[in-house]
């Protein structure tokens, strides 16, 4: 899986959007970018994924560069409750093979929202 | 969504015993489950890869006789810690893959984690 770079942490004020970068300028082709979130003491949760396109659901935006070197998570409007570490992990999605879904953590941002 | 329970959530055990760590989907059959480590203050660390039916595969320095892991069914891993030590107290977390789904949508669950401390 691809190496990816993000900040160490991060501060965003209550009510507004927090965008968190990463860079993954060796991604291959058929590889994804994950985005994961892991609150104090929980195992990390899934918040959205894309390949090329800029993707939205229920929890955030991931905006892709057209290179696909880089992307961007949005959380539009941040809360106390999104302050956990985010990782940005690249991976190929639902390949055969056993070994599928065995994902490499990074350091992942440390994002504070505070009041 | 998906749901994948771990037990006991914390444990508290003395040095040289041995500890058993559940890892079930509870509304989703898993032919995968991963095994993860996390120290304070540091990332996820795979342990190992556990496949139903087969025997796990362990990443590079991790022992596997002391870290064993059992998937005797689709639902269920079980990670023992043998002879645990105080360095062995840390927060272990387990995910699924989600059997005979294809597409591009997300099919690995985390679950909320077990805390172990070697006393």
């Known amino acids: 899986d691809a190496k990816t770079t993000q900040p160490t942490s991060m501060d965003c004020a209550e009510g507004r959007a927090a965008n968190l970068p990463c860079n993954h300028s060796?991604?291959?082709?058929?590889?994804?970018v994950y985005w994961y979130r892991q609150i104090h003491s929980q195992g990390p949760q899934y918040i959205i994924h894309?390949?090329?396109n800029n993707e939205t659901n229920e929890m955030a935006s991931l905006i892709i560069t057209e290179d696909r070197k880089s992307s961007t998570l949005i959380l539009p409007h941040a809360t106390l409750r999104d302050t956990a570490v985010y990782y940005c992990?690249?991976?190929?999605?639902?390949?055969?093979?056993?070994?599928?879904?065995?994902?490499?953590f990074g350091q992942g941002t440390i994002l504070t929202v505070h009041p | 969504g998906a749901v994948v329970s771990q037990h006991p959530s914390r444990v508290i055990c003395k040095s040289g015993t041995s500890v058993k760590i559940e890892c079930r989907s509870l509304?989703?059959?898993?032919?995968?489950m991963f095994w993860y480590r996390q120290f304070p203050k540091q990332s996820l660390m795979l342990m190992a890869t556990?496949?139903?039916?087969?025997?796990?595969?362990?990443e590079q320095g991790v022992e596997k006789d002391k870290f064993l892991i059992n998937h005797a069914s689709l639902t269920l891993s079980t990670l023992t810690v043998t002879s645990a030590h105080p360095e062995d107290s840390s927060f272990y977390i387990c995910?699924?893959?989600?059997?005979?789904?294809?597409?591009?949508?997300?099919?690995?669950?985390f679950g909320e984690g077990s805390w172990l401390t070697v006393v």
């Open positions: 509304d989703f059959q898993a032919t995968t």
């Open positions: 060796t991604i291959s082709g058929n590889e994804y």
């Open positions: 992990i690249v991976r190929v999605a639902n390949a055969g093979g056993t070994s599928y879904g065995k994902l490499t």
């Open positions: 894309g390949l090329k």
């Open positions: 556990s496949n139903e039916g087969s025997k796990a595969t362990y």
């Open positions: 995910s699924a893959r989600e059997a005979g789904v294809g597409g591009v949508g997300n099919t690995i669950y």
